[in-house]
């Protein structure tokens, strides 16, 4: 049986569809990028800490990040994300 985390995930999933808009900050501005369904999944299950989340690819260009943890506004909450191009993008 599902958690409640998973079913959570599966409703949202199914009404975004194929492609999920992410906005991470890539060298302090904030950007929009589409990633696929399991990268949104892999890096909103790695949790609100900081260090590496994963990677993700955009779906428009192809380009490929790596996705950090970073600090928002909340004292010891890191619920933003910044992105570091992949070599080869």
């Known amino acids: ?7 959570e995930w599966m409703e949202v999933s199914a009404r975004m569809g194929d492609r999920h808009l992410f906005t991470p900050l890539l060298d302090g501005e904030r950007i929009r990028i589409y990633i696929s369904p399991a ?14 989340k994963g990677e993700v690819t955009d779906l428009d260009t192809g380009k490929r990040y790596q ?10 909450c890191y619920c933003d994300a910044y992105v570091v191009p992949l070599p080869g993008n």
């Not at 990268?39 to 590496?52: E, L, N, P, Y």
């Not at 996705?67 to 010891?76: F, R, Y």
């Open 39 to 52: 990268d949104s999944k892999r890096i909103t299950m790695a949790g609100r800490c900081s260090g590496f």
């Open 67 to 76: 996705v950090h943890g970073a600090p928002c506004s909340l004292p010891e």
């Open 1 to 7: 049986m599902p958690s409640r985390e998973e079913i």
